[in-house]
């Protein structure tokens, strides 16, 4: 099975390759065949290595040696274990139904662009399969800048537009400082370590003293801030809306912006043995999650709200990776990557029916023109607001029930934030959906349920939505039955047995989850209610609702904090410091030979008496300088 | 004999060619010639057993001087980098005319022939000469065939250097002095004992010479001016290979030369070449001209290697090597779609630029991998070097990896602002009827990008090289 | 020996040439052939050879090194005779009193490249230096050219009086004229019993610095180069130069004296050496007229020639050897074309590069040289300066200053190679002719040649 | 008599000669200062000689030194005509371009 | 005090009063004159040191040739006092007192002289300075500096000749 694993990257590869390379003379279907098959292929393969992994257990693959330098080394090598093959599978599962369905949504880009568009997706299936593959961090580096820069690729997929470029540029930017934190921590480990290979790491933890681990866990976590989005590094997510939706979805909520959480929870024994990295990883992501969600509360373009939404679940899964709810974290992955890509792509789907319109205000009765998107939706809202049976209940309890055995504070603003998103996201489908229709008559024209490509993920989704939360049934409804736990038990057993776990009493879980549920309805029935028939409102928003609405003025702030003045410094340098400083030193030292030069002229003055006056002085300058030899010996010395 | 012949065949190519008058002659005559020191440089680094590859005889025996020359690990890495960027440069600037070709093709090559002794010189003496013959010619280039402000700018690169290379004779003979058997050879260099007051007054007589020319923050500031004004195939010679001798000189004749000196002023140099790494990526930011900010870049990047050099450290070095090698190819190929567009579009600044990508989309695909190269993404050769370079330093010390490291977020944001402001966004009237690569240019690149490609996936071989000089640096 | 007679005795026939031979280009073939003889003549007296011996009384002592320095000082007033004999035919009527003159002055540099004494010393500058008032004013016409003249005979006649004195003093306080007895060289400061001779030795000193123009005894040299006619600046700044420089080695050597030089000698020449590198430099870099940077860079030149009595030790005398003949070749090749263009400001060379490629290649070779640039013969030169005083214990820092000022020297230098390949213009020249050009190219092949293998010259100073 | 004395009158008349080139104008009496600076030291030669001399002759009454000194005058004395032969002429010709011996007037070479 | 003493103070004031002189002198004929009196009295030096040879050389080749020489050239150019203008006020002090600097520290270093003390000059007695001595000293040992000066006065005669003689 080893040689297998070769080929799930493969073959994103040979797509990237062929898409690339032929995107001029292939034709369009032709290019959605290989882009979607290429895939498809992987994701066959990756089946196949689950039910390998499932029986026999990990293994690592090394092709060739990458770097073998003086103090380490590191293998190109891949590694298959229960924790990577969850990522496959969601990563080439729903990489191709987003591939199919971007066949159709794409469909009116010119080939040469459309072909373009296939090549960076399966880049990106490339490399991120090589992020979840890599057996060791610098592998994972590489699939990590991969994605970071198809992402860039992909955002500013339409590159005419400058606003695109800039989101993607912004992107790339943020997701350079997270890297520099991961890359930190890689050489820390490099350093102490001579490896960074995980089977290595983990076996030589005991070598690491806490303040190494705290430290490498530290920078890790940064690289997962960036990459994940998480405060202060979640300002480029929104912003990446810009890109084509299909790639949001694939990219900004079901895949890359998970990497982050694939990392924790690969590397959990090192967070494990560093308890406040622990605590400062659930801050943030609870912060992430809470903040998110207030933004969210008061966007009016659909993908900015499921944007935010995204870094709010990002926050949640950043919250469980920090309570030590591992597989909670990675199980929410999984629903999230359901449910998320079901709503982009949803939102996908109604946006291409209203001709690229995107602002929420202007919609509102679609479910009578697609029936299957809103029935869709709906599902994937309920998912996500954690009504149970959805999927979403299922990671979200898991999640809420291990931060409250940590802190129950914890979980009581977890517990909002999820009321919350259940508030956001019911107004998005209120607004959307429900009562009549706000766009312009030629947009009502043209309204029309999307292509079989387009529904078919969609429906596929919309069930792994509903259903994929059986394989994690919390203790108290069955015992034994989180099949997921059992599966990535190898995973995380080490962390399991080095941190008590507290059980919370069944009665206690049952009220908690009971409450919850119940509170998560009446927001639900509040937000359909309240925006079931909306007017746009002419007045401007105040207060609360203004800061929301422009995202607590994060984007402002660090502009103003961050990038103007780094921009004012560097204008600086440019124009300051080294023309008239560094250059005008350089350019003075000449400057001052020609003056010197002038200067030294007029000693020639043409007159033999003052040429003659000179020589004589110098007679006597020659003798005191003879008599006093020592003195301007001693002076010079002192000088040099 | 092979670095014999390295050296040789481009003086007497060279010599030639100053008597060649047509264009298409002596650009033929250019081409072969750097084809065939191409052929043997690469037949010489990897095929001939070693002892082929030094050489012997005797120069000026009353002044202890031989005409020693040897390729070692890193020699044999920067002679194949200076034979492969010849040719290429010579195709890619193939269809440029320049008044007097022969004058300028053969310049060209005695510059070659220059940076070749650089490198494989094995004797103090001998490696000065090499490196005042490899200045001379390209201060000819720049000044005859460079842009409006040539004279007054290339006088300044020139006057500059010259300074430095004139103190580092001071140095070289002094260390002569102390020499146990006074000799210039690099072996008796490196058994110099000498006091430490006067060797790190010598240290720093070396040191100069190589900063200004690789360049290193704060004697940087010719740079930016001679690239921007000198014409474009110089530029590739003088970012692509010849900063590399600076770097080159400092592993090869001031680590194992003055051993306690190099390690007692680590600090200050690493400190200086990291505020330069910073100064110049933010000065890159600014920039609206496609040449200065290449050269600002190429200064932080060279400032990441004077840093890596200095931590002493064996990965940092081998790092550093393969970055040399690395960064050569990356930047020749930046200068070449650089020169592409201004002999296109007979513009190199931003603001007139932009919507490239529709017009010219192979170059824009070419430029996106250089420019990838260029802030080090992973499967790039340059990533390599940089990861290597940044663990030495960050072996030497954490803050300094951390704030040098800064500098990786900021040749992000100008490298792709570069990339956006030349390719996206809608066309103007400038590109409005761009065309796309000459062929020539196009296979040119499609060579630079595969290399960069395969080195960034395969860069063992390269690292390997650097090995032996490592430790015949460090191992003193 | 030889050198001295044969010398004397051409400048006799010399005199009388110009009432023999009307046609003034068969005086300039027949000093040319004196030249020859008189070449020739030194190398054989050199190897002893048909030498011509007189019992000097050891007032003269013949040295390899002297009579070497006699071969390069002719081979090279050779040279600037084929080069710009025609010229020197075109200043005025006296042809053959103007080589006569010359052929004086070589029997000075003869005498001053084997005195054994002051008094030779004396004589041998004095013989040296009066042709040489005559010739700055050989052009009788030219207010410059008088005022040259008799500005460099006032002051030149000043300093033989500072010498004088110095002599003076120094016989006073030992009793002997000759360097063999009188410890000529500068005792250290702490033995100082005989001030007299310090005195002496200081006034000695200073009108030596006349002689080879260092600061700050240089004034002379700007307006007597610029004034003289250009076909004699150009052999007063080169064979002239060098030596005095012969002369000035050849006083303040070591002589097998245990007295080696000491830090207070040290000190007085290191200033003396800044000063000149500063004034000279310095002094050049604003220069408007090619002729009087030439001036000003010939001080530059002294300054750097001066390290050989700073190193004072067997590098320094190959090194001033080797200096003598890069110099003079250079110097005499810049001379030579600039004689042949109609307008001695930087302007005036603009683009000769494309009227007159071998003028402007051969005068680069010959301005790199200058300014000391690898695989020219310049370079070793400095070369050798800089390595003998680095290997006399010298200051660091002196050697730095002196390099830092290489690279000024650089500036005023390339100006000229600026002004020939890189600007426009159309410079008028007087006709040149193929052995012009023939001359200009052996010259500059054989500076490239003494830049790669200075030992070519040096082998033949050993053996 | 004591020798410091002829040094002490001779330096007088010397430096008597360095201020007339320093202070006078035409050029006939800066080249008569100079000339007399000549004299100044041949006196101080004499004076020499005869000291060497003196000390000698305690020792050797035959001895000759000191001669040196007295014939090194002699050869000063046939250089300073020399020169005053070229000195003159240069100055006559000079008068007969500019009709003037002034040497503040030469500064058309400056700079 | 003895007859020599008087006579060696007679001259050196002599000499010294009529060097100022030749400096104060506004007229060049007078300077002339002076310098004359300067050589009579350096004459009347040699005279007192026994150097006879030189003291009648002294008097015939410099105040007999040379002087009349100087004295036929300001007739010449009829050069007269007032054709000669003053010098700056300053300039004039520059050069006294740099010329009595180098006095003062020359005359110091005499003074410093450890050997000097007690050194004196044979007055009188001694016949070195007789012309049969000089002669065979300067025909033997001294032949060669002789035979040389030749070319020296060769060259001298050559470039008054090349100067004076008429294009």
Redesign the interface.
Known sequence: MNKLALLVPLFPLIGFLVNGLGRKSLSKSAISVIGCGAILASFAISVMLFFDVKTNGGTVTTLFSFISADSFQVPFAFQIDQLSVIFLLIITGIGFLIHLYSSAYMHEEEPQHFGRYFAYLNLFVFSMLLLVMGANYVIMFIGWEGVGLCSYLLIGFWFKNDNYNYAAKKAFVMNRIGDLGFLLAVFWLLFKLGSASYSDVFANVSNLSSGDITAITILLFVGAMGKSAQIPLYTWLPDAMAGPTPVSALIHAATMVTAGIYMIARSNILYTMAPATQTLVAIVGLATAIFAATIALKQNDIKKVLAYSTVSQLGYMFLGLGVGAYTGAVFHVMTHAFFKALLFLGAGSVIHAMHHEQDIRRMGGLRRYMPITHITFLLACLAIAGIPPFSGFFSKDEILTAAYTQNPLYYYIGVAGALMTAFYMFRLYALTFLGGFRGTHEQEHHLHESPWQMTLPLIVLAVLSTLGGFLGIPEVFAADAHSLDHFLQPIFAESTRLAEHQHLGTSQEWLMMGGTTLAIVIVILLAVRRYRNYRAAETENTGVSKLLEHKWYVDELYDALIVNPLNALAGFFKNIVEKSGIDGLVNGAGRLVGYGSRQLRLLQSGQVGNYILVMVLAMVVFILIWFNDQNIMRFISKIF | MIPVLLISIPLVTGLVGFFLKEGATARGWALLSSLITLAVAIAGVFFYPRHQLNFDAAWLPDLGSRLTLQMDGMGKMLCLLTAISFPVIFIATYKNNYKNPGSFYALMLLSQAGLTGVFTAGDALLFYFFWELALIPVYFLCSLWGGEKRIAVTFKFFIYTFIGSLLMLTGILYVYFHTPDHSFSMQSFYHTQLEPGKASLAFWLFFLAFAIKMPVFPFHTWQPDTYEQSPTAVTMVLSGIMVKMGVFAVIRWLLPVFPDASTSFADIIIILSVIGMLYASLIAIRQDDIKRLIAYSSIAHIGLMSAAIFTHNATGLEGVMVQMFNHGINVIGLWIVADTIEQQLGTRKFSELGGLAQKAPALAILLVVMALANIALPLTNAFVGEFLMFNGLFQYNLWMAAIAGISVILAAAYTLNMVQKILYGSTTAVTANAGDLRPNVQWILVLLALLVIVLGIYPQPLIDLAKDTVAAVLGK | MNA?IVS?LL??IM?FSGIVLKNRSAITNLAAIGLLLLLIANILGTYGICTIS?N??N??RFEKFGMFFNSIAFAATLLYVLLSGRDLERT???TG??Y??IF?VL?GVS?LSSFNGL??L??GI??LS??L??LT??D??N??S??????Y???G??????M??G???I???T???DLGHSPVVPST?EQ?????E??GI??L??SMC?KVSAA??H??T???Y??APSVFTSFMATVVKASGFIAFVRLFDRHGNELGPG??WS??LG?VIIATL??GN?????QQSVKRMLAYSSIAQAGFMLFALYGNNDLAKEGILLYSVAYCLATIGIFAILIRMNDYTFDGFNGLAKTQPVLAITNTVFL?SLAG???TAGFFAK?YM??SA??AGA???L??VA??F???S??YY?RVI?AM???DGDPATAPIGTGFKAMLILMAALIILFGI???MV?GAFYF | MPIQYYIYLCLTLFTIGIVGVLTRRNAIIVFMCIELMLNAVNLLLVAFSKMHHGAALVKDATSSVGIEGQLFVFFIMVVAAAEVSVGLAIIVMLYRNTHSVDINFLNRLKN | MSVTEILFFFLSALAVFSAVMVLVSKSPVHSVLWLIAVFFAISGHYVLLNAQFLAIVNLIVYAGAIMVLFLFVIMLMNLNAETEPQKHMWMKLAGVISGGCLLIILVSMVRQAVDLPGKTALMKEGNIGLIGNLGKALFSDYVVPFEITSVLFLSAMVGAVVIGKKE
């Not at chain 3, 008088?146 to 500005?151: G, I, R, V």
Request: net charge positive.
């Open positions: 001295i004397g400048g006799v005199m007189i000097t009384h007032m003269l005025g009527v006296n009193e103007y006569a003159l004086f029997c005498i008094l030779m004396f004589l004095e013989i009066i042709p008032y005559i004013g050989a009788k016409r207010l410059r008088n005022e040259a003249s008799l500005k005979f006032l002051m006649s000043f300093s033989t009086g500072i004088l004195m002599i003076t003093l016989y006073g306080a009793g002997y004229f400061g100082r019993a005989t001030f007299l310090v005195a200081l006034l000193f200073a006349f700050p005894f004034f002379w700007p307006d007597v610029d004034g830090p207070t000190l007085l200033f500063l004034v310095i002094t050049a870099v604003f790199l640039i690898p695989l070369y800089l390595a680095v290997k200051s660091l820092w050697v730095i390099v830092i290489a690279a000024v650089v500036y390339f600026q390949y890189f600007k293998f200075p030992s040096l």
